[in-house]
Nanobody
Framework: QVRLTESGGGLVQAGDSLRLSCGASQRTTSNNGMGWFRQAPGKEREFVAAINWRGSDTAVADSVKGRFTISREYAKSTVYLQMNNLKPEDTAIYYC?????????????????WGQGTQVTVSS
């Protein structure tokens, strides 16, 4: 069983930056695509960003394009989500997930393991 642990969330002001981290309990996730999703109050969970196993291919949602960047560090079995120029509409619980395959995946059904989430709150 793979355990994913997110960290780095918090309360910030609009325009600030945050970097979320996702640590995996097993190095086997190094062969998997990884992704970030978020769920705002009263809304369904949505795709934010994804990266393939090599870190050579990424995808980001249109709503965060140009502001959010996903990356991974194999030595630490960690995936990051750099979030710049945060907006109040970015307020949500952010979840890290490990995909079943090595490729970039934007659909939630493609993911096998999920973290517990970290809260990001952006004030105006």
């Amino acid at each position: 069983q793979v355990r994913l642990t997110e960290s780095g969330g918090g309360l910030v002001q609009a325009g600030d930056s945050l970097r979320l981290s996702c640590g995996a309990s097993q190095r086997t996730t190094s062969n998997n695509g990884m992704g970030w999703f978020r769920q705002a109050p009263g809304k369904e969970r949505e795709f934010v960003a994804a990266i393939n196993w090599r870190g050579s291919d990424t995808a980001v949602a249109d709503s965060v394009k140009g502001r959010f960047t996903i990356s991974r560090e194999y030595a630490k079995s960690t995936v990051y989500l750099q979030m710049n120029n945060l907006k109040p509409e970015d307020t949500a619980i952010y979840y890290c997930a490990a995909a079943r395959s090595a490729a970039v995946a934007t659909s939630q059904s493609a993911y096998q393991y999920w973290g517990q989430g970290t809260q990001v709150t952006v004030s105006s």
